[in-house]
């Protein structure tokens, strides 16, 4: 009859010792590793950002409870940690220094946050984050620019975040200023660069547009009824602008290998569907 009892025992200690293991606080953490400013790091020295200004990247962001956000060079987890707790959103750290991706899921693990963040530990340039619809970064300049193509290779419409530093000549979206440092925002483009021949809908009009694309910005020629001119637009995502000269203006999205249109000159306005025919030969 005692084995029952003994084993009872040993199952409460047990549980006992998970609940004390699982009950750290942050002063818990730090007692066990401590990161110092400016401390080395596989690319950019370790600086810390202040919650106040994590939670304000992430709100220029627009990040939601539905958002996927992943904080490259995570640290100790700051950015991770607010994009769970104040956005509701699934977060994930990806930091190199062993050390301080401990430090951080410590952090996220007094938070009680595992169900949404966590950290790993790896290499910004050989990590997989292409599922995230949100990336947040504080890296030097020439890190940027380094991971410059992976970003611009994600899914039209992911927003990325760069505390401090920007992505040199492209240009951002929108920016804050919080406690005397900024913070960028670009939201990938779709990539239109293409030769795209226009029809209206319900009418016989047509027209064609060849198009260059420097990042958010596009340049090309219009060519209707025998005559060429030049243009000039942008895209936001898929969301597509362009002057196309004499007080006529083209907005669309772009639809899978199409473009959804409508034309507004002085006269009114038509909708068009647009259709690639080449790579852009734009000269």
Not at 17 to 45: H, I, M, W
Not at 221 to 226: F, M, P, V
Request: aromatic share 8%.
């Amino acid at each position: 009859m005692k084995a029952p009892f003994s084993f009872l025992g040993l199952a409460l200690l047990c549980l006992l010792l998970a609940n004390d293991s699982q009950a750290k606080t942050r002063a818990d953490c730090e007692r066990e590793y401590l990161p110092k400013f400016s401390q080395r790091g596989k690319d950019v020295p370790w600086e810390p950002t202040s919650p106040k200004f994590a939670e304000a990247m992430l709100k220029l962001a627009n990040t939601t409870a539905t958002d996927r956000v992943y904080d490259l060079g995570a640290g100790d987890g700051v950015i991770v940690i607010a994009a769970a707790k104040s956005f509701k959103a699934n977060a994930v750290g990806i930091e190199f220094n062993p050390d301080l991706s401990k430090l951080g899921q410590c952090y996220i693990d007094a938070e009680g946050l595992t169900s949404k963040a966590r950290m790993i530990t790896g290499d910004v340039f050989k990590a997989d984050f292409s599922k995230a619809t949100v990336v947040t970064l504080f890296m030097w300049p020439e890190v940027n620019i380094r991971l410059r193509p992976t970003l611009l290779n994600m899914p039209p419409g992911t927003r990325v975040v760069s505390s401090t530093h920007t992505m040199e000549e492209w240009k951002w979206d929108g920016h804050v200023e919080v406690e005397g440092r900024k913070a960028y925002l670009w939201i990938i483009p779709a990539s239109v660069e293409a030769t795209w021949t226009f029809q209206e809908v319900g009418g016989t009009d047509s027209f064609t547009l060849a198009l260059g694309q420097q990042f958010q910005e596009l340049q090309g020629k219009l060519q209707r009824d025998g005559k060429r001119s030049d243009i000039t637009g942008s895209v936001r995502a898929t969301q597509i602008d362009i002057d196309m000269g004499e007080h006529s203006k083209l907005t669309g999205a772009l639809q899978g290998k199409q473009i959804a249109a409508t034309v507004k000159t002085q006269q009114g306005e038509k909708r068009y569907v647009g259709s690639m025919l080449m790579p852009s030969t734009v000269r």
